[in-house]
């Protein structure tokens, strides 16, 4: 029997589910209705057999990528590659870095070659692609805490701005971190950018060696982890403050490397309550905490 | 269905999809939709009801034993599924990334990585003891941190309020997972220490007695001292000329006491300090505290003052008790009208143990709050006022880890739920810091599609049977499982 993946709109009738083992997407897209059922019908059509397509490369998807070649011959494993071909020299990173923000891309493309679109966004797991015409403007959400909404902040992505790709990495994540960053959101031209350096960021926010940092080789809890035997973070104790600003400093470096290497366009990183934001993401911060805004003033100039 | 294939050591390879997941035991593949129990592959996504549900797509499953839920209230299902797990990848915690599906507060969409469940909880504490705790309002502190506070008092038993969203993220990160861990082991059943601002020191274990200030308490008090006075008034007429119940509220006497009058007791030159209320009960002898009744005091003869030389006569007998039966002593006066002790005859000694059969062992008693909010109900239906509307009508049970709930009236879903009544380990909690507790929605097919609900996720109970773990749970109240 043929497995297929589960292809629903949610109940408010406007959103469509896509999933398929690991694989969960939300779309909305804004059109005509015509246009809106033909963008759906393809995202469908695209989505079915894309997670067998990557497996069949799931071995050189798990490994680590080259920096200059690449023998990937599917167009979404090719799209992870080169997504993460940026930081191959420096660091071990394989393309399933960016596996998450190449799928939401590919589906989000096969959409816009058969429909003509106001807006679009494919959101897998939090990292999304994003389509933005004429006047459109997309206002997206960043929250640790989804259970507290007044806790939000907002950025406002307009048809003017670079930006069509966010992600998010972090250590409570799905996918293992190297680095103990609660969270470090990135906005880049492209999904699949933004999700191989939030990757990168996530893992730099880190205080190597620290004795309250656990760790663990990462096949010791997913045997088949492309992370091999690399010690990912497992739970973080106690910090000093001058600690968690350490590790921070540590994560906000790397993130100005990759906003002036263009791989970014910027990016906001959180830490133990503790919140930097690089770059002209136009981050807003809603109605937060006492220490939130103190973070904020002391990160402004960092 | 699915099989797996036992590979080496007691890892499995699941093949539900192209993955082909190795999955260690008790952890879950990389959908984090299958998982490895015991060298099973079991699916650990199908009891979802809580925020997971949100997080993928807004599905909610009720569950029905046998056909339609027959409408009661009170209902005794063979196997009820609940919560518990639902939210978390088996079997340790381990929050996926998702999408939170909910459009909120004109966001298009949301980015998220951790998660958050219940920071507007907390739990309220009833300690059966007279022992002075602290002052009303006092904070209560565990580690050193403050986690709430002393609230109104009960008959017969201290409350202390703690949580809440103010000490779990509005104070410093300490305070927060301090109070995230206190909450999280009184509602996992567990001993806490708590400290009070001016007050004592009181290990708090729903269903155990409390242990202030070292000391296990015995009895909850059988009523205050004036009660007393009038429940055992007839068993002390003629075996004793006076007995004084000793009590930090009010302290009976029983010759000036309604009930002694009713008895023609004579007077007997009695003279208490304190504030007299009205005839025989009096506010205030002492101060509160640890010692006889609740009050501050060992010596009982130190709430009287002399007696009265035109009433009392050498040879007067007095009983002095306090409100447990804990405390007790027996008085002669002397030539000098002075009380002397005496060994307590038997009849007096069995009206003592009397008042301590009468009283009913002292517990803590711990009941979890927490109000399930916009998202939540969001990921039940498509119209969430309507699961709030449908909770008010009761049209709709909601359980916690299958206890029964008391929901407040008003807005909202704010319920409490008595932990003792929940399965073991039904807490857990995310570095938020917030707790993770089971809730979980029950009504009849027929209503939940009225409400809007997700009708294409609804699953028969016998489908979840042959995949997922169950374990006995009896329904009504009384036990731990």
Redesign the interface.
Known sequence: MKRLPQIALLPDGKRLHLQDGPIDLVIEAKGRDGDVRAAYDAAALRFSGLLDELCEELVELRSAADPVRCTLKGVVARRMHAAVAPFAADHFITPMAAVAGSVAEEILGSMLAAARLDRAYVNNGGDIALHLAGNEQFTVGLLDRPDRHGLMRTTVIDAADPARGIATSGRHGRSFSLGIADAVTVLARTASQADAAATIIANAVDLPGHPAIVRCPANELQPDSDLGARLVTRDVGAFGESEIDDAMRAGVGRAHQLLAAGLIEGAALRLLGEMAVVGATGIKAGAMPAFHESALERTAHV | MTDATVAGGD?IRCD?????????PG?A????RYANHDGELVRVDPHIVL?QT?S???RLVPFQAGGDWDGKIVHEPNVFVTAIGAGTTYPDYK???????S??????????????????CGVKVKIDTDRYLGPETATVRSEGEAIGHVTTSEYGSQMLSLGGVHHL??GS??EGRVTCDALMDLSNCKPVELTIDGGATVVVQAGYPPIVNGIAEERMRVGCGSATIGMFAKQWHGKVDEVVVVDDHITGVLSEHQAGKLLDIPDTGIKMKGRRSTPGRYFQVADPGTGWGGTNISDPLSVLGPFNPKEARPGLTMLMVSTTGEHAAYYELDEALRPIEKQMPPDLKFSVERIQENCEPALCTVLFMGGA???LRAGV??NPVRLTRSVKDALTRVTSGGAPVYVWPGGGITFMVDVTQMPAGAFGYV??P?LVAPIEFTLRLSDYAAL?G?M?HVRPLASLRDNTETRPMPYMPGRRA
């Not at chain 2, 593949?29 to 984090?32: R, S, Y």
């Not at chain 2, 929050?95 to 599906?101: E, G, K, L, N």
């Not at chain 2, 459009?103 to 507007?120: L, R």
């Open positions: 890892k539900a999809c192209p993955v082909m997941c190795y999955i260690k952890a593949g990389a959908c984090d925020e949100v993928h797509g807004g929050p996926a990334p998702f999408i939170v599906s459009e909120i507060d004109g966001v298009d969409m949301v980015t998220v990585v951790t998660e958050g469940i219940f920071s507007y993220t509005g990160k300490k909010g916009g998202s239906t498509d570095p938020t917030a809007g997700h294409d």
